[in-house]
């Protein structure tokens, strides 16, 4: 049994902030407000996993009510994410995802962002697509006051 899932993740950007996207940390003197790390694309991917399995989401799983998440590296919710769908017996067929900013340009970060989540994931590389999109300076985003990221995956029942 094949089954989609998709997820969407937003987090508001302020100054003194580590700015962690995929896994990698960017060099940038914004970072997402969050509970935790506020991996966006992590968070995005996680959702799309979770639901694809139809268990819940990431808050649901990861509760920010939770003192044990504070601050916690997205990679770790990722892995935690992947093992749920494993118990489950789902594996991840590939992910689809963009993230949206105005700045900083991600293109050069891309590779790394791939490599990092195909490790967590135990997944090849070739199964994560990640693309990074501005709004024209429209909205939250395009005024840079927060990023967004969005995922679609596909994952395998394994019989």
Not at 126 to 132: E, F, P, Q, V
Request: some cysteine; glycine content about 10%.
């Amino acid at each position: 049994m094949i089954r989609i899932g998709n997820g969407y993740d937003v987090h508001k950007l302020g100054y003194g902030i580590d700015l962690w996207i995929g896994g990698i940390k960017l060099d940038y003197d914004k970072g997402a407000i969050a509970h935790s790390d506020g991996d966006v694309l992590i968070h995005a991917i996680c959702d799309a996993l979770l639901g694809a399995a139809a268990l819940k989401d990431i808050g649901h799983h990861f509760p920010d009510s939770e003192v044990q998440y504070k601050n916690i590296d997205s990679k770790i919710l990722l892995q935690k994410t992947v093992n749920l769908l494993a118990e489950k017996g789902y594996s991840i067929v590939n992910i689809d995802s963009v993230v949206c900013l105005q700045q900083p340009k991600i293109n050069s970060y891309i590779d790394k962002m791939q490599g990092c989540l195909a490790k967590i994931m135990n997944i090849d590389i070739d199964r994560i697509s990640i693309k990074a999109t501005t709004t024209e300076t429209l909205g939250f985003v395009g005024r840079e006051e927060g990023i967004a990221a969005y995922a679609v995956v596909l994952v395998e029942k394994n019989n």
